[in-house]
């Protein structure tokens, strides 16, 4: 279990002044600086609504019955995208886990938040979060589940100094890969739950041979707890479950493949391998988690006024296993990529290719859909406006609140902007263009008429590759974390 520090409370003033500081010591400010004013209300909405994102975690597209799944039965999410409105051209800002939270937390796009690989940096005082705007705007916020954008050694990268009010789960993304933890977090303190993990490596990582609290579990009672202790006033709840990720640590050797469930449910007496069952366990209760979320919200009387985002980090997991019953790849198992190129970790459209549904109540229309190309950063500036604050400008996303309401108009980004995990490969859209590059190597698709990626036309097309290769040199030179040579 590690150290818990004093508990280091943010202020809105003291993080303030640091942004100022680092922006005077930099001559720049490229980070933060609307943290230090209060924007004015937008006409978004008179009275702000609840607001939730259920976050999943390696969850692909083609896993959900609402983009035609059969296998796994998701009916919570299918009824969320009947009663709401689909996305069919939502993209993850990131490849894996790490940078696209950065993204939906920050605004920017992965060249430009602070991580672009999980783990490999953390969010400074200077950041500003989504929770941190919400939290001006009147919300009380709380986040349960996994954060991943912290350092254990920087307290103020922490989830209680990044705009939270409450924080329970995990704070580092290898300790959430455990189901079955022997302690969560809540805040800064450390609670113990009765598992036991064997020689548990970093951060709790390893596999529980006693397993009696189920972490999703423990996670979902005090996120409704939260959701109850604030029903009189606006909340914003992060949910960011570990369904239905893997247990690294915990999977080799082991039946199940390390996709650790309590029960096999509906899937025990299916023809398939244990780890198939197991994986379509997670994310059929996943998909519970959301319809007891929905029934918790009826029973207070808050449904009404609650907007809910539903999502996945990223695209299907690409891990191998050996065995799978056949296939290779467990994102293969129910054709998670819905046959776009790529998984987890790939900039073609597999592994960007999310889920995702907006639900709000006398807002939304039932049962539409939308083809507005948009990413994590774009959800960070529509859910600022639909607070009823004006979007940053700052950062890397447009607001696409008219295409949840089907009022006033809409100025998307010209083009979106990706860079994978090893920062070797890069990717730009542009309209129907799409270019992938591995180092100076490009590749060129018309996602209209090859929405697979499958034929690559750069020969073919020279002035358009070198337009979308001009993009992408110059967000090369705004990176974060440049190029390794």
Not at 98 to 117: I, K, Q, V, Y
Request: charged letters at 25%; one cysteine or more; proline letters at 7%.
């Amino acid at each position: 279990m590690p150290p818990t520090p004093p508990v280091r409370s943010w202020s809105r003033l003291a993080r303030c002044t640091r942004a100022v500081l680092t922006a005077v010591a930099f001559g720049t400010t490229a980070f933060g600086t609307s943290a230090c004013s209060t924007p004015p209300r937008s006409s978004a909405a008179a009275l702000p609504p609840n607001i939730v994102i259920l976050l999943a975690d390696d969850l692909g597209i083609g896993e959900v019955g609402a983009w035609g799944q059969q296998e796994i039965t998701t009916p919570q999410i299918d009824r969320l995208a009947r009663e709401g409105l689909r996305f069919t051209e939502f993209r993850s800002s990131a490849a894996v886990c790490g940078p696209a939270r950065c993204s939906l937390m920050t605004g920017l796009h992965n060249g430009t938040c602070r991580l672009d690989d999980n783990d490999n940096d953390f969010l400074r005082a200077a950041d500003v979060t989504l929770a941190e705007r919400l939290h001006d705007a009147g919300y009380v916020t709380g986040l349960f589940g996994k954060w991943g954008l912290s350092w254990d050694s920087e307290p103020e990268s922490w989830p209680n100094a990044q705009g939270f009010d409450e924080f329970f789960g995990y704070r580092d993304q290898v300790h959430a890969h455990n189901f079955y933890p022997e302690w969560l977090l809540s805040g800064t303190d450390s609670v113990r739950t009765r598992n036991v993990v064997p020689k548990a490596g970093r951060m709790g990582a390893g596999r529980a041979t006693t397993r009696l609290d189920y972490a999703p579990t423990l996670i979902r009672d005090r996120a409704f707890r939260f959701v109850r202790s604030h029903r009189d006033r606006p909340f914003f709840l992060y949910w960011a479950t570990n369904l239905p990720h893997i247990n690294n640590e915990g999977s080799p050797g082991q039946a199940d493949g390390g996709y650790e469930i309590p029960s096999l449910g509906a899937y025990a007496s299916k023809p398939w391998p244990e780890a198939k069952k197991s994986y379509a366990a997670q994310v059929s209760r996943l998909d519970e988690d959301l319809g007891g979320l929905r029934s918790l919200l009826d029973s207070l009387g808050i449904a009404e006024r609650t907007l809910i985002v539903f999502l996945s980090d990223n695209g299907a997991t690409f891990l191998r296993r050996a065995n799978d019953g056949g296939t290779d790849t467990v994102g293969r198992w129910f054709n998670g990529t819905m046959n776009y190129r790529g998984f987890k970790g790939d900039l073609y459209d597999g592994g960007l290719r999310v889920p995702s549904v907006v639900y709000w109540p006398g807002r939304t229309t039932a049962g539409s859909t939308s083809a507005s190309r948009v990413d994590f950063t774009d959800l960070h500036a529509t859910l600022v406006e639909a607070a009823g604050r004006t979007p940053p400008r700052d950062i890397s996303g447009r607001s696409f609140l008219p295409a949840l309401t089907g009022t006033g108009t809409m100025s998307l980004r010209p083009y979106q902007v990706w860079y994978s995990p090893d920062r070797v490969q890069s990717a730009v859209l542009e309209g129907a263009w799409k270019g992938v590059w591995h180092r100076d190597t490009m590749q060129l698709f018309n996602l209209q008429a090859d929405p697979g990626e499958r034929t690559d036309v750069v020969a073919r097309e020279p002035r358009i590759a070198a337009r979308l290769d001009s993009l992408r040199r110059l967000e090369d030179r705004r990176r974060v974390h440049p190029t390794p040579r």
